[in-house]
């Protein structure tokens, strides 16, 4: 199967526990997300905008903290205009971004950029609800 997200070759990572029996792989994670990411969990700003033609708009930093839950390694931030970061994954030499596709043909650039901590993101108590109902969704869903 081709996807369409950055890194999607190369995101063979396996995951550092069994939270989610279903998910095996990066590729097996946005499968199950792609049935899960909703309005409700896009930030509140974006909220108009969000179909599900571009299910990853604003989707990046709660999907990038639960990858890091699911499969270990950091989250690192693009830099985006207006001072919000953009999140993304590394995990040893494995660097992928689920959400990527949000940013259509748009050249990002994965290299260079500031660790992310979720300390600071989830500072913000929307984004932590949103995170918590991203996990919860995850957990309940079935293939």
Not at 58 to 81: H, M, N, P, W
Request: with cysteine; glycine share 6%; aromatic share 14%.
């Amino acid at each position: 199967m081709r996807y369409n997200f950055y890194g999607w070759k190369t995101a063979t990572v396996k995951p550092i526990n069994n939270i989610y029996p279903s998910v095996n792989s990066p590729s097996d994670l946005y499968d199950a997300l792609s049935e899960i990411w909703c309005a409700e969990t896009c930030a509140p700003r974006m909220r108009e905008k969000w179909t599900s033609d571009n299910k990853t708009l604003e989707q990046c930093s709660i999907t990038a903290f639960l990858v890091q839950d699911i499969f270990g390694g950091k989250v690192y931030g693009i830099l985006r205009d207006g001072g919000n970061y953009h999140c993304y994954n590394v995990i040893g030499e494995c660097v992928f971004d689920l959400t990527s596709e949000q940013f259509g043909n748009e050249k990002l650039v994965y290299e260079n950029n500031p660790e992310q901590f979720r300390e600071v993101h989830f500072a913000k108590e929307e984004k932590r609800l949103r995170y918590e109902f991203l996990k919860k969704s995850l957990m309940e869903y079935k293939k």
